[in-house]
């Protein structure tokens, strides 16, 4: 029976077939080709449109303005691209590039909800919590470091830090997941001479929450 059901599944072009597949661990790539030759039909792009398929049977599409980028259109440029999936958290990321700068959005396979950052996740290695951060001080930021976690069908956020008003300008960079409960991250400090002072710090999960190694010691 469950022979004949994949076979009908076939025949009506259902897209639960690919749903109801597991993914033996998380997909990730740097070319969105690579991506949906291993999704299997759980995303598929038609021309300039990126389509996602979500397990009610409807679709999230995203649209590229490809045609606004290249004659310098900033305001409409965008370019979208399939960068993961992880089936663990049903979850999508997509990747976005803009005249200036781009993000990702973390997409829930299972109700659409969408969390817009600022950069590519890094996901913590049970991949129950990820990390964003916004390492451009040139533009406004929503955040420089976030942190979100997994407790329902989509993402909540459990942790933000924005440099104080009136501080020195700050640039972060992840270096990566040490363990599910410790970040190392990286900052470059503009100073008075207009040069950059790169310091390492971390943030560390507690039992009151994500807690970061900041302001540090050795900052001069």
Same mark, same amino acid.
Do not use: F, T
């Given at each position: 029976m469950r022979f004949l059901?994949?076979? *009908?599944?076939?025949l009506l072009g259902s897209p639960l077939l690919a749903l109801e597949s597991p993914l033996s661990a998380?997909?990730?790539?740097? !070319? =969105?080709?690579?991506?949906?030759?291993?999704l299997n039909g759980l995303a598929i792009r038609e021309g300039d449109v990126l389509i996602l398929k979500l397990e009610s049977g409807k679709t999230k599409s995203y649209r590229?303005? !490809? =045609?606004a980028c290249e004659k310098g259109v900033a305001a409409d440029c965008?370019? *979208? =691209?399939l960068r993961g999936y992880r089936q663990d958290q049903k979850t999508y990321v997509v990747g976005y590039s803009l005249y200036e700068g781009g993000g990702a959005n973390i997409i829930s396979a299972q109700s659409g909800h969408t969390v817009f950052l600022s950069s590519l996740p890094e996901f913590s290695p049970n991949s129950r919590s990820f990390v964003s951060a916004d390492s451009d001080p040139h533009f406004e930021r929503a955040y420089e470091i976030a942190i979100w976690s997994f407790t329902s069908d989509s993402p909540k956020q459990e942790f933000l830090y924005s440099t104080p008003k009136g501080h020195p300008e700050e640039s972060w960079e992840v270096l990566g997941w040490d363990? +599910?409960? !410790?970040i190392n991250l990286k900052v470059g400090i503009l100073n008075e001479t207009d040069s950059t002072q790169e310091l390492e710090t971390s943030v560390i999960r507690t039992e009151q929450g994500w807690?970061? +190694?900041?302001?540090l010691s050795n900052l001069k």
């Open positions: 059901g994949l076979v *009908y599944a076939l998380p997909v990730s790539c740097e !070319r =969105e080709a690579d991506c949906l030759a291993q590229d303005d !490809r =045609e965008v370019k *979208y =691209e363990g +599910n409960d !410790r807690k970061l +190694n900041w302001p």
